[in-house]
T-cell receptor, first 115, second 110 residues
Framework: AQTVTQSQPEMSVQEAETVTLSCTYDTSESNYYLFWYKQPPSRQMILVIRQEAYKQQNATENRFSVNFQKAAKSFSLKISDSQLGDTAMYFC????????????FGTGTSLTVIP | DTAVSQTPKYLVTQMGNDKSIKCEQN?????MYWYKQDSKKFLKIMFS???????INETVPNRFSPKSPDKAHLNLHINSLELGDSAVYFCASSHMHEQYFGPGTRLTVT
């Protein structure tokens, strides 16, 4: 079964501090892609960062970076220099091309940045 | 130049009615999806449609049916609406392992 687990339903961080959101997944596929999506109060789903499973180097997008541990099936998101606009729901997801391009989402982590 | 658009953004209707939500993508993507997001923010895949292959989540009631007139559109039809259908419905499309979402349609069944 393909599953994604986000064990932190809610988190908070002080503005300008760093926070890490956890995600673990389970798949028997060897080829897959991992994602973090952000959903602010506007409800728009925004792609934050993406990681190819075959790449060892961790992806980085400005203040957002991931810690991808393939053997542990872990894919955490680090947000540096947190800003008020980072307040949102964050979803971890993965996709396996061999299963019809299906995307599997976690239950989300609600992040609040405190001024 | 909206990539994935949905109409309407808000839909309020009574139980028992039939309604449709339209989705269009101008990205040239091959695969389109419908998701349901409930009040707890859980995102659940309902359908995916790729090159005329429809993959249905078996837990979706058959009152829900996707219809794709062409590659750029995947509309969602819902018959005999129930209170439990109230949710936000997202359309999405994907190509080359990236998925992009529409703005969502908040459906309220009274």
């Amino acid at each position: 079964a393909q599953t994604v687990t986000q064990s932190q339903p809610e988190m908070s961080v002080q503005e300008a501090e760093t926070v890490t959101l956890s995600c673990t997944y389970d798949t028997s596929e060897s080829n897959y892609y991992l994602f973090w999506y952000k959903q602010p109060p506007s409800r728009q789903m925004i792609l934050v960062i993406r990681q190819e499973a075959y790449k060892q180097q961790n992806a980085t997008e400005n203040r957002f970076s991931v810690n991808f541990q393939k053997a542990a099936k872990s894919f955490s998101l680090k947000i540096s220099d947190s800003q008020l606009g980072d307040t949102a729901m964050y979803f971890c997801a993965f996709m396996t091309p061999n299963t019809g391009n299906q995307f599997y989402f976690g239950t989300g982590t609600s992040l609040t940045v405190i001024p | 130049d909206t990539a994935v658009s949905q109409t309407p953004k808000y839909l309020v209707t009574q139980m028992g009615n039939d309604k449709s939500i339209k989705c269009e993508q101008n990205l040239g993507h091959d695969t389109m999806y419908w998701y349901k997001q409930d009040s707890k923010k859980f995102l659940k895949i309902m359908f995916s449609y790729n090159n005329k292959e429809l993959i249905i989540n078996e837990t979706v009631p058959n009152r829900f049916s996707p219809k794709s007139p062409d590659k750029a559109h995947l509309n969602l039809h819902i018959n005999s609406l129930e209170l439990g259908d109230s949710a936000v419905y997202f359309c999405a499309s994907s190509h080359m392992h990236e998925q992009y979402f529409g703005p969502g349609t908040r459906l309220t069944v009274t």
